[in-house]
């Protein structure tokens, strides 16, 4: 199995025609292949704007039109695809779904975001995804050429178990397309992917749409990688843009020979009784 590889991360401008949003990630897409990216991600909600009011005129079945694209997209360039996020509609239900295909165009993942963002900082944001949207239910792993990879959507990176979870699956990396935002996003952002990061002690990358002052939610950007010593790699500023990273997974069996925390975890004590 190859010990390293290019990852390309697509901060996406996200607009309200999706048929627009479509075709633009796709011709992204095969530019981060060109470029050499062997796993290659979207952002969350790169089809349609992020707001619950949009969710249920921008939702599709899985498969439809955007996934349609999305598996063809990975076919052609011949990658792992991480499909971002779509408002996704199954039984009468609305969901905040990524979904991952291999370099034969094939599904291999669908994760339906599983923590809601519902939150209320006052006098800053409001925002509550369940009023429309239904959570899913399990973790979602898949295997590559390179590694294990785990999703998380957005708010799935503030809870640590998820991520424990995954690296206790055997993960070397774990993608969380997400969409912080004005206020959320400078306090929080990179803190949570170094805090994964470093816990767990493997690659954590974030894939966010690219600013729109315009928008009713505004994202924060700076799509990220973070090692597993918790240092950035690489980040971006708020515009569209193509990440290209190059990830050597040799670091962490680096990190986790100089710091052994995973054989001195005293799992022995750690079952308590919550209060
Ligand atoms: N948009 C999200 O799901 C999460 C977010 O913006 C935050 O946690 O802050």
């Known amino acids: 199995?190859?010990?390293?590889?290019?990852?390309?991360?697509?901060?996406?401008?996200?607009?309200?025609?999706?048929?627009?949003?479509?075709?633009?990630?796709?011709?992204?897409?095969?530019?981060a292949a060109s470029g050499g990216a062997k796993i290659v991600a979207l952002p969350e909600c790169f089809n349609s704007p992020y707001g619950t009011s949009y969710f249920p005129e921008y939702a599709e079945k899985i498969p439809g039109e955007s996934t349609n694209a999305l598996a063809a997209a990975a076919k052609e360039s011949k990658v792992f695809l991480v499909g971002g996020s779509i408002p996704e509609e199954d039984g009468g239900k609305f969901y905040n779904t990524c979904t991952v295909f291999n370099p034969a165009g094939e599904m291999v993942a669908k994760h339906r975001k599983i923590h809601l963002f519902d939150i209320d900082v006052p006098g800053k944001i409001r925002f509550q995804?369940?009023?429309i949207l239904s959570p899913g239910n399990s973790f979602t792993t898949f295997e590559t050429s390179f590694c294990k990879i785990g999703i998380g959507i957005c708010y799935d990176i503030r809870f640590a178990e998820l991520a424990q979870i995954y690296a206790k699956m055997g993960c070397k990396l774990i993608i969380y397309p997400g969409a912080f935002n004005m206020t959320t996003g400078p306090a929080h952002w990179e803190i949570l992917q170094r805090a994964r990061a470093l816990?767990?002690?493997?690659f954590v990358a974030t894939v966010s749409p690219a600013r729109d002052e315009k928008a009713t939610y505004v994202a924060w950007g700076h799509s990220t990688v973070v090692d597993p010593w918790g240092s950035v790699v690489e980040t971006t500023e708020h515009e569209e843009k193509i990440l290209l990273v190059d990830i050597d997974l040799n670091k962490m069996e680096e990190v986790r020979t100089s710091i052994p925390l995973t054989v001195q975890r005293r799992k022995d004590m750690y079952d308590v009784k919550e209060v």
């Open 129 to 131: 995804e369940s009023e």
């Open 199 to 202: 816990d767990n002690q493997l």
């Open 1 to 31: 199995m190859a010990t390293s590889f290019r990852l390309g991360l697509i901060q996406l401008a996200v607009g309200a025609s999706k048929a627009d949003n479509i075709s633009r990630a796709v011709r992204s897409i095969k530019e």
